[in-house]
């Protein structure tokens, strides 16, 4: 199989939402990467467009991460998101939570320069 993932993924079972304009919908966060989200179809999910807001909180905390998304992969009951943008503070929420998990800080320096460049590359 090509594997062609650039980003490390961290599992992460853990309640979501996801937003398309005034619709809100209540799902669960599976996975989560620099670049992105999968995330289970939400019930009755029917979004107006492929722009979606992603957002979840940090499990015994108030830490809440905000990404905005691209719907690129549905399959079953799975959807694939990709981020078109995050903030800062969600970002370093959401770096801090792949350093604790993939435990090599040069892989993640290294997703962090090429998601910055990609993310540039739109401007």
Known sequence: MDERRQFSRVLFA?????QCKEKVWQTTLL???L????IELPQQFSPSNQQLHLSFSIADSD???H???QLVYQ???LLGLACSHIDVESLSHLRRLIELNVGDPTLLDRELGLFIDLHN???
């Open 67 to 69: 990404m905005d998304t």
């Open 35 to 38: 670049n992105g989200a999968l």
């Open 63 to 65: 830490i809440q991460l």
């Open 31 to 33: 996975d989560i990467s």
């Open 75 to 77: 399959k079953d009951n």
């Open 121 to 123: 590359q739109g401007k």
């Open 14 to 18: 853990n309640k979501a939402q996801v």
